[in-house]
């Protein structure tokens, strides 16, 4: 079992940052991936951006890159998402999930999910 506790989120002005923090503990593995999601009202969920732990390579979806940042410190198993310039559009409740296996941006194929995070963007 993988535990998943997310800590940031907010409400914040267009134009303004948030980091969004996730820890991960329990019977973790070197080589996992993290990835970080979001779904809004009356929406599906849709994958933002995620990191090798391993590695360190970084995948964004086109709607966040150059906006949105993730970083990874393994010794802590926590991973975070800056996120700069954001838009209105962008409000959502953000998910972190753990994938044993290679990266992937369906949510389908992650493990863990994390309890969510709110994200609000007022124009």
């Known amino acids: 079992q993988v535990q998943l506790v997310e800590s940031g989120g907010g409400l914040v002005q267009a134009g303004g940052s948030l980091r969004l923090s996730c820890a991960a503990s329990g019977r973790t593995f070197s080589n996992y991936n993290m990835g970080w999601f979001r779904q809004a009202p009356g929406k599906e969920r849709e994958f933002v951006g995620a990191?090798?732990?391993?590695?360190?390579?970084?995948y964004y979806a086109d709607s966040v890159k150059g906006r949105f940042t993730i970083s990874r410190d393994n010794a802590r198993n926590t991973v975070a998402l800056q996120m700069n310039s954001l838009k209105p559009e962008d409000t959502a409740v953000y998910y972190c999930?753990?994938?044993?296996?290679?990266?992937?941006?369906?949510?389908?194929?992650?493990?863990?999910w994390g309890q969510g995070t709110q994200v609000t963007v007022s124009s």
């Open positions: 999930a753990y994938r044993y296996r290679a990266f992937s941006r369906q949510a389908n194929d992650y493990d863990y």
């Open positions: 990191v090798t732990m391993s590695g360190g390579t970084t």
